[in-house]
T-cell receptor, first 116, second 109 residues
Framework: ETGVTQTPRHLVMGMTNKKSLKCEQH?????MYWYKQSAKKPLELMFV???????ENNSVPSRFSPECPNSSHLFLHLHTLQPEDSALYLC???????????????FGPGTRLTVL | GQNIDQPTEMTATEGAIVQINCTYQ??????LFWYQQHAGEAPTFLSY????GLEEKGRFSSFLSRSKGYSYLLLKELQMKDSASYLC??????????FGAGTTVTVRA
């Protein structure tokens, strides 16, 4: 596998369910990101991890819980979500957050989440 | 807060040229990115500008004017496969990207 992969690609869950989204990057990068993309809205940055340490938590509700066990894997644990949380959740990675062209973010295909 | 503006939709004919404008007002500036996103797929990196001027890469070019808070993405010799959403994003610090809502380009035969 190359690039950034995400599983599952589609997820339907009830408001009382617990589920997890998985992201894996095969680019040797040190920084990983979670974004939320809602229809007709800009991508919203949710979390940033650099060298497995969380460096940004963008006022995200606690029903979203990220986990970064190593620099290649990133999870987003979901619990008691609301219907308005339905969106495309995108993972991205970059070499390291130091700026410059080398810090281009590369995205995975996303998980389309529907909360009933 | 950050403000990134780009048109919602544009339509052009195959073989033509389309220019997608992006204006921004951000607390800092450390580069501007353009991404292409086909429906249901990942955004893919197209271009990066940090200095004023034009960056050309094949059929795609991107321009930046920092003093005007303005960029454009120029798509030449349009092909049907260029139908997609184009995202303008500004990096205002070390790593944080602020995105516009995207411009949906439809290429007609």
């Amino acid at each position: 596998e190359t690039g950034v992969t995400q599983t599952p690609r589609h997820l339907v869950m009830g408001m009382t369910n617990k589920k997890s989204l998985k992201c894996e990057q095969h680019l040797g990068h040190n920084a990983m990101y979670w974004y939320k993309q809602s229809a007709k809205k800009p991508l919203e940055l949710m979390f940033v991890y650099s060298l497995e340490e969380r460096v940004e938590n963008n006022s995200v509700p606690s029903r979203f819980s990220p986990e970064c066990p190593n620099s290649s894997h990133l999870f987003l644990h979901l619990h008691t979500l609301q219907p308005e949380d339905s969106a495309l959740y995108l993972c991205a990675s970059s070499q390291e957050p130091t700026g410059g062209r080398t810090d281009t973010q590369y995205f995975g295909p996303g998980t389309r989440l529907t909360v009933l | 807060g950050q403000n990134i503006d780009q048109p919602t939709e544009m339509t052009a004919t195959e073989g033509a040229i389309v220019q997608i404008n992006c204006t921004y007002q951000t607390s800092g500036f450390n580069g501007l990115f353009w991404y292409q996103q086909h429906a249901g797929e990942a955004p893919t990196f197209l271009s990066y500008n940090v200095l004023d001027g034009l960056e050309e890469k094949g059929r795609f070019s991107s321009f930046l004017s920092r003093s005007k808070g303005y960029s454009y993405l120029l798509l030449k010799e349009l092909q049907m496969k260029d139908s997609a959403s184009y995202l303008c994003a500004v990096r205002d610090g070390d790593y944080k990207l602020s995105f516009g809502a995207g411009t949906t380009v439809t290429v007609r035969a």
